[in-house]
Structures are given as C-alpha cells and as structure tokens.
C-alpha cells in the first residue's frame, strides 16, 4: 500500500496579513526532538504570542492517556507546565493565555 502525502498550507502563516490588534495567537508544536529550540523558532516565524510545546513519546503524555505535560512558551518565558490531567493542562494554556491579554 502506498500513502501519498500532499503538502497543505500553512494556517498560523496564512493569518499573519488578517490578524486584528490586540489579538493573542497561540500555536502548538509536537515535538520528539530538540523541543524548546524549534518552538522557539516557530513562535518566532509565525509571530506567535504563545506555543504550546507537547513532547512526543514522554511516559504519561500525549494523545492516547488522559494526561500531558507541556511547556508554555512566550517570547520571553518558558513555563513548564507539570504531567496532570488534560482538563487542568487546558486550564493552564487558558491562563497563559488571559495574561497575554
């Protein structure tokens, strides 16, 4: 079986031209390696106010537990957000959010 992929648009790059004043934009990035270094890049080139990073593979994160561990990303700080509940880890983004505010 083969899968053939097609590249689609890049949706964060894509609203830069539309992005009304005072709007937070906030991103996520999934990452197995070098995790902090390519968020930062992306916050960056997208002109992001905030990136949630997800670490792929850590024990007791990610898609398929009903737990995560994130790190809040900002231009100017990173905030590890402990492994807990994916309610309280959707809290913590909603906070980081309404600081940008």
Known sequence: MTLELEATPDVLEGTRKR???GAVV??????????????????ARKALDLIVVNYA????????????RVTLLTPGQADEVPLLPKPEV???ILDAIEALR
């Open 26 to 43: 906030v991103g996520f990035a999934y990452e197995t390696e070098r995790g902090l270094e390519r968020a930062r890049e992306k916050l």
């Open 90 to 92: 959707a809290e913590r």
């Open 19 to 21: 992005r009304k004043r």
């Open 57 to 68: 593979g850590d024990p007791g994160a990610g898609a398929e537990v009903d737990t995560n």
